[in-house]
């Protein structure tokens, strides 16, 4: 601990929560997780003392396997569960504050089970507000929330058949929820609006544009196409790909969203928004799979 005072990444990956200097260089953890528990899209909170993320551990005995949302202080004091899962099979991810701080938006995701037989994932996005305790279910078939700079919309992966569909956008309190895009993908992940403007950023695979000609052009599945990191006004107009990545990823903003950073194919990547010139920071074994957050 302490190492955060230097840190400007956070990166979530298999090996912790571990602390970066702003050339990726691993400084230490930020706290010591139990062992085999992995860490997931942390989150900065908006006092910038405290990170969120999703943690599965080690089966619990009253509630069995699952994913809850976790807090720590920046220097590794006060670990604590947010929101646990209640139950087996029950799974939290991708916190998220609102600007004021007064609400936590969250993924959450469990199995249906109907006489005795797996049916299907009920997949949720909710909000817990921090004041009064009052959690409430805002959208439905929907993952991976994120809210705009001025806490009035979220941006989120609608699901069909339990699989990621497409880019949406709502009100903060889930109404009004539409399509973002016209445009499809074989996969689409991780959309984020941009700490400083209306750009949401997201990474996707197996682009087919629309075209009055001609139906939607078959493609591969995005296991076999390369991902790009996608940017996208909140209107949905403007859409361009800025990156071709090897692999899905989970690109984060710089606080004063100049940057972007992802990880993917072993290395650690920072891209200026101004030029879309990517530089490499780092290679190894860490960078394989992770998700960031920027500290400053």
């Not at 908006?46 to 999703?54: E, G, I, N, T």
């Not at 004021?100 to 109907?114: E, M, N, P, Q």
Request: negative net charge.
């Amino acid at each position: 601990t302490g190492a955060c005072t230097r840190a400007t990444f956070i990166l979530a990956n298999p090996a912790g929560l571990l602390s970066l200097d702003d050339s990726a260089r691993i400084l230490g953890r930020v706290v010591d997780l139990p062992p085999n528990a992995a860490p997931a899209l942390p989150s900065l909170s908006p006092d910038h003392k405290q990170v969120l993320f999703a943690l599965t551990a080690a089966p619990d005995p009253k509630t069995g396997f699952g994913t809850d949302i976790y807090a720590v202080n920046l220097d590794g004091t006060d670990l604590h569960p947010v929101i646990p899962h209640e139950a087996e099979n029950v799974f939290y991810d991708t916190p998220r504050y609102d600007p004021s701080g007064t609400y936590l938006y969250f993924h959450r995701s469990a199995a249906i089970v109907k006489g005795g037989a797996y049916v299907g994932n009920e997949s949720t996005i909710e909000r817990l507000d921090l004041k009064t305790g009052e959690r409430v279910r805002l959208l439905s078939d929907a993952a991976d929330p994120s809210v705009s700079r001025d806490g009035k919309r979220i941006a989120f992966i609608h699901l069909k058949d339990g699989q990621n569909d497409n880019v949406w956008i709502a009100d903060s309190d889930g109404t009004n929820a539409r399509v973002l895009l016209k445009d499809t993908f074989s996969y689409v992940q991780a959309p984020r609006f941009a700490p400083t403007g209306d750009t949401i950023v997201f990474c996707a695979a197996g682009h087919s544009a629309p075209k009055a000609s001609d139906r939607y052009l078959p493609h591969n599945a995005h296991l076999g196409t390369p991902s790009e990191i996608f940017v996208v006004n909140s209107d949905g107009s403007g859409l361009r790909s800025v990156a071709q990545t090897g692999d899905d990823t989970f690109p984060a903003w710089s606080l004063d969203g100049s940057s972007l950073a992802f990880v993917s194919t072993g290395a650690f990547f920072q891209m200026s928004m101004r030029d879309h010139s990517i530089k490499t920071l780092a290679s190894g074994d860490n960078f394989f799979f992770g998700d960031i957050t920027w500290l400053k």
